[in-house]
């Protein structure tokens, strides 16, 4: 093995934390033009004691970082907004409709055995003490119960605990529809952000909730992750090293701390994503509004659901779970592939290079994305003891999205209703206008897939600058 080829050398060449070497400016690759450039932010503090000069340059460069991070969280907001918002709706197919709404109930009553009578003129359809002239004055209770199966969704739809009125139907147009919600987001995320911005309880400000918060969840996690790394490393006595996996020679170690170091750090964080979800997903109507800030979405939801327990360890975990594991295992794997497994270099190969990376990218979309989706519905499910929660004492969560009346019991069952009550055909509902448009066909697993191509589109575009001109924007 030559000298180039020893990990040792590198280490040696390139110390833990070289103030010398700049993010920007130097285009030859080096083991640490694969290191984030928050993280070599982050380790020029670390010579801070031996080199006191060194702390207004780190300090002004770590605020350079923030500066961009919080432009950067700031302009994708309205995208984000749209994205969760389509997530979080509800849509269920015209099958599912056809199966189980309560007009196909009501139907179903009156044509059981009991038609008949109705068929012999019994009562006149010009005598207005004819108990049909009011479907609320018929006496039902000697009728046969029907024979379909009505699940939770439909019960639950006609009066809520307190007995007040719900929703009846699908339609938007139905009155008891509440003014706060939206029309349902039928296009892409762009057209989302058109109805965002014309509805009245939200405008153009609503675009950007929540992007404080994700602002903070970023800069937070760029801060501890590093910490947690290199407790691990000291925990399983391994060397905590700032060189990239390609150029170790043992590499599963330090595979295994950086997944798990990324892993914790965002199930700490967690809720904080919690909270963002439901600051997004809120109604902004100030009468219907529950959450006023980050701090009083966490303490809410602390006080009202459960404690830190139900927090961390809800109906969401195994999703959290999910999410913060594959995350960082297909950002960290992907360079592994492609260089050692494939042994293509970026240098010789640009193109297959990028193309290897694109490829990669569309695997980790598609298997993040339904996470993604289960994991935010599952966020705005406010349940308690089993059931949605409707206290009085407090004001009731209400999103500008309609919601599925029934909570999900985990991930597995969110995917799977979601599968067989909004895959399928649907009919575009009729808004307040009275318009109704045609019918759009969706693929059966397609409702775990909100969102997917406007990602694809995404990433095409930052791999195309990361390919042809040496920019990646996923460093900041």
């Not at 910490?227 to 295994?256: K, M, T, Y």
């Amino acid at each position: 093995m030559s000298e180039a080829d020893n990990p040792e050398f590198f280490a040696e060449i390139f110390p833990r934390s070289p103030p010398q070497y700049s993010t920007f400016g130097n285009h030859t690759r080096t083991p640490l033009d694969h290191v984030r450039p928050a993280a070599r932010l982050l380790n020029s503090f670390e010579v801070l004691e031996e080199d006191d000069s060194v702390d207004s340059e780190a300090l002004l460069q770590l605020l350079v970082y923030a500066g961009v991070k919080f432009a950067a969280c700031t302009f994708a907001s309205p995208l984000i907004v749209a994205n969760v918002l389509q997530q979080v709706q509800y849509k269920p197919s015209d099958e599912y409709i056809k199966k189980y709404t309560i007009d196909n109930l009501k139907s179903t009553i009156f044509n059981n055995e009991k038609e008949p009578e109705l068929e012999n003129d019994r009562y006149s359809s010009d005598d207005s003490d004819s108990p049909l002239t009011d479907f609320t004055e018929v006496d039902i209770s000697n009728l046969e119960k029907p024979k379909i199966e009505t699940p939770m969704a439909i019960k639950s739809l006609a009066a809520d605990s307190s007995g007040y009125l719900k929703r009846t139907s699908f339609d938007h147009s139905d009155p008891t529809t509440p003014p706060f919600q939206i029309e349902p987001l039928e296009g892409s995320s762009l057209s989302a952000v058109q109805q965002i911005i014309k509805h009245q309880s939200e405008g153009f400000m609503s675009l950007f909730k929540g992007a404080f918060t994700g602002w903070m969840s970023d800069m937070t996690f760029m801060m501890l992750q590093p910490s947690v790394e290199g407790l691990i490393n000291d925990l399983l006595e391994l060397r905590d090293e700032d060189i990239p996996l390609i150029f170790l020679e043992h590499w599963g170690g330090q595979l295994a701390t950086s997944v798990a170091s990324h892993s914790l750090t965002g199930f700490l964080l967690s809720p904080l994503e919690l909270a963002r979800t439901r600051l997004i997903t809120q109604t902004s109507n100030p009468y219907h509004k529950k959450y006023k800030s980050t701090v009083h979405c966490l303490s809410s939801v602390i006080s009202e659901e459960g404690g830190f327990m139900n927090m961390y360890f809800g109906r969401h975990f195994s999703a959290n779970l999910a999410h913060y594991f594959f995350t960082p295992l297909f950002k960290e794997c992907a360079p592994l592939i492609i260089e050692r497994g494939l042994s293509l270099s970026n240098e010789d190969n640009p193109l297959m290079f990028g193309v290897c990376e694109f490829l990669l990218g569309v695997l980790e979309l598609t298997v993040m994305v339904p996470v993604d989706t289960v994991r935010r519905r599952l966020y705005c499910q406010v349940v308690k003891d089993g059931i949605m929660s409707r206290d009085g004492s407090t004001r009731n969560f209400e999103t500008v999205v309609e919601r599925s009346t029934v909570p999900y019991r985990g991930m597995l069952d969110c995917m799977y209703r979601m599968v067989v009550e909004e895959g399928g055909t649907r009919s575009k509902r009729k808004t307040r206008g009275g318009k109704k448009k045609e019918k759009r066909y969706t693929w059966k697993l397609g409702p775990l897939f909100k969102g997917f191509r406007a990602r694809l589109f995404a990433l095409v575009v930052l791999q195309g600058l990361k390919t042809f001109t040496d920019i990646d924007l996923n460093e900041i």
